[in-house]
Nanobody
Framework: QLQLVESGGGLVQPGGSLRLSCAASGFTFDSYTIGWFRQAPGKEREGVSC????????NYTDSVKGRFTISRDNAKNTVYLQMNSLKPEDTAVYYCAADYLLGVQTMCVMSHPERPGALDAWGQGTLVTVSS
């Protein structure tokens, strides 16, 4: 059974940094595209960054380019999201998701990715709060 578990969220001041982790189990991790999504209160879930199965291709939404970096360690079945220069508007629940068929761009720009069956697996989410 595909399982994803996020960690690393918390409260941070504007301009600060956090590193999120997404640990996977129950599937052939290095065959799956992995994405980070976020959902702020009252807003739709959006793609933040996605990474291909090999790690060779990545995608970022415009609002995080130059501030966030996605990476993966297939030996550890883990994907990371390094978030620097955090802003209050980055406050959200961050989720990781996995999909076997989709590429990084298709996955990251998907509307309503939380729809049943849209992606193969989701984690439970981790809250990131950026506030002074």
């Amino acid at each position: 059974q595909l399982q994803l578990v996020e960690s690393g969220g918390g409260l941070v001041q504007p301009g600060g940094s956090l590193r999120l982790s997404c640990a996977a189990s129950g599937f052939t991790f290095d065959s799956y595209t992995i994405g980070w999504f976020r959902q702020a209160p009252g807003k739709e879930r959006e793609g933040v960054s996605c990474i291909s199965s090999s790690g060779g291709r990545t995608n970022y939404t415009d609002s995080v380019k130059g501030r966030f970096t996605i990476s993966r360690d297939n030996a550890k079945n883990t994907v990371y999201l390094q978030m620097n220069s955090l802003k209050p508007e980055d406050t959200a629940v961050y989720y990781c998701a996995a999909d076997y068929l989709l590429g990084v761009q298709t996955m990251c720009v998907m509307s309503h990715p939380e729809r049943p069956g849209a992606l193969d697996a989701w984690g439970q989410g981790t809250l990131v709060t950026v506030s002074s």
